[in-house]
C-alpha cells in the first residue's frame, strides 16, 4: 500500500510541475493574444471610421450637386415643372446633407448599435433596403470603367501589348505575324 500511495504522490507531484511550466506559458499567450485582439479592433474601427467618413463626404458632394441643380433650374426656367424639380432637388439636398452629417457627427458604434436596433424594429425594410442598396451599388460598379489590363496600352484606337520586353508591338503586327 504505501507503494500505491507513493505512485500517487509522484503522479500528483509530476502534475504539479507540469501546470507550474505550463502557466506562465498559458498566461503569456492570453495577454499577446488579447492584445492582437486589440490591435485587430482598433484598426478595423479605424478602417470603417474612415469609410463612414468617406461616405459623409460623398453624400454631402451629392447634396451640394442638387442644391446646385436646383438653383440652376430655378435661375433658367420658370415654369411650373422646373419650379418643383427644383424645390424637389433642393429638399433632397437639405435631407442628404443632415445624413451627411449625421454620419460625420455619430460615433461610429452609436451608428452601428442604431442601424442593429432598426434592423430588429424594421427587418423587412432592412433587407428590403440592403437588396436596393446592393443593386444600385451593382449598377454603379458596372456603369465603371473597367481598368486597362496590366501589360496592355490604347492610344489612339490602336491597342497594343507590351511583352515582358518592354517593346511596343501593335496588335496588327502581331495578327500580321500570326497568319
Not at 4 to 27: F, K, M, R
Not at 56 to 67: D, I, K, P
Request: glycine share 8%; no cysteine; net charge neutral.
Amino acid at each position: 500500500m504505501p507503494e500505491g500511495n507513493n505512485g500517487s504522490g509522484t503522479a500528483s507531484g509530476i502534475v504539479s510541475q507540469v501546470q507550474q511550466t505550463v502557466q506562465p506559458t498559458l498566461e503569456q499567450a492570453q495577454q499577446k493574444t488579447g492584445a492582437l485582439v486589440s490591435q485587430v479592433q482598433q484598426q478595423a474601427t479605424s478602417q470603417v471610421e474612415q469609410q463612414k467618413q468617406q461616405v459623409a463626404n460623398s453624400f454631402g458632394t451629392v447634396a451640394e450637386t442638387l442644391r446646385q441643380t436646383g438653383q440652376q433650374l430655378r435661375d433658367n426656367d420658370s415654369g411650373v415643372v422646373t419650379r418643383y424639380a427644383a424645390l424637389y432637388g433642393e429638399t433632397a439636398a437639405k435631407q442628404l446633407e443632415q445624413f451627411s452629417n449625421y454620419l460625420r457627427d455619430t460615433d461610429t458604434s452609436q451608428l452601428i448599435h442604431e442601424v442593429e436596433n432598426f434592423a430588429r424594429r424594421n427587418p423587412t425594410l432592412f433587407v428590403g433596403g440592403a437588396f436596393l442598396l446592393g443593386l444600385v451599388a451593382a449598377r454603379f460598379l458596372k456603369s465603371s470603367p473597367p481598368p486597362p489590363p496590366r501589360n496592355s496600352t490604347h492610344i489612339h484606337g490602336i491597342s497594343s501589348i507590351t511583352p515582358e520586353g518592354g517593346s511596343f508591338y501593335p496588335m496588327y503586327r502581331m495578327r500580321a505575324e500570326e497568319g
